[in-house]
């Protein structure tokens, strides 16, 4: 039986210097450009919630026949700040746990929703449920 020759393996070898250069500015450039992106997610968050601040809290006690419409929309207007804010770490950060509460929020205002019927209540619930297991059992770096 003739050998046959060694098949040349493709991408196996090392990085060259000039890909681990580039590479490097690449990963640090995507850094910088999410960080700027957090920054503005931040800002704009600390806007809404003055004017949530400014312009609902007020309206809590002046119209007294709609409070409990304005009160779910403050609180929409909280949880999307909130879902902004987290939103914003995970774009800093990149951790899974981060994941987690932005979709905890996420289904949090969902849940708020007057309109929901007792099966979507349910579903919201079972989610947020699940995923705080999720945190809890599989998220590393978490206490037990």
């Known amino acids: 039986m003739a050998e046959e020759p060694p098949e040349e393996e493709t991408g196996t070898g090392e990085e060259s210097q000039a890909e681990l250069v580039i590479s490097n500015y690449l990963a640090k450039v995507i ?6 992106l957090a920054v503005l997610l931040l800002v ?3 806007i809404a919630t003055y004017d949530t601040v400014v312009r609902d809290f007020p309206t ?38 981060a994941v ?19 099966v979507e209540l349910l579903l919201c619930a079972i989610g947020i449920a699940g995923l705080v297991v999720i945190q809890h059992y599989f998220i590393p770096g978490r206490t037990k």
Do not use: C, G
């Open 31 to 36: 850094h910088l450009f999410l960080a700027v």
């Open 60 to 97: 809590l006690w002046t119209t007294p026949q709609d409070e409990y419409v304005v009160l779910l929309r403050v609180i929409e207007h909280l949880l999307l700040i909130a879902i902004a804010v987290e939103f914003a770490l995970l774009l800093l950060f990149r951790r899974m746990s």
């Open 44 to 46: 704009a968050s600390a």
């Open 100 to 118: 987690v509460e932005v979709v905890v929020f996420v289904i949090a205002r969902k849940t708020v929703n007057p309109e929901n019927s007792s």
